[in-house]
């Protein structure tokens, strides 16, 4: 089994800069795209930006230019630097892991989310 523990959301004005964090803990052989995700209220949840294991990176469009992931595998851990925040950035983030375990078998898990807010 496997453990997700994520910080650094909160409040923040429009303009500023959060950075999230999310730790993977447990029975862990390797782990290969780590992700975020996001879901607003009322919307559903959306694919933020990845990062696979040889550090290739992808981002929706809209966060293109201010948000940028980045992973320390020797500690399994995944970060989001959002900057320039915006209003429409309000949402809860989850962090997401492809979790190899010591038997080579593969399982997904999920963070338990993270509230970021963002005021005009």
């Known amino acids: 089994q496997v453990q997700l523990v994520e910080s650094g959301g909160g409040l923040v004005q429009a303009g500023g800069s959060l950075r999230l964090s999310c730790t993977a803990s447990?029975?862990?052989?390797?782990?290969?795209?780590m992700d975020w995700y996001r879901q607003a209220p009322g919307k559903q949840r959306e694919l933020v930006a990845l990062?696979?294991?040889?550090?290739?990176?992808t981002y929706t469009e809209s966060v293109k230019a201010r948000f940028a992931i980045s992973r320390d595998n020797a500690k399994n851990t995944v970060y989001l630097q959002m900057n320039n925040l915006k209003p429409e950035d309000t949402a809860v983030y989850y962090c997401?892991?492809?979790?190899?375990?010591?038997?080579?078998?593969?399982?997904?898990?999920w963070g338990q989310g993270t509230q970021v807010t963002v005021s005009s």
């Open positions: 997401n892991v492809q979790v190899q375990h010591n038997d080579y078998s593969w399982n997904e898990y």
């Open positions: 447990g029975s862990i052989f390797s782990i290969d795209a």
């Open positions: 990062i696979f294991s040889d550090g290739t990176t």
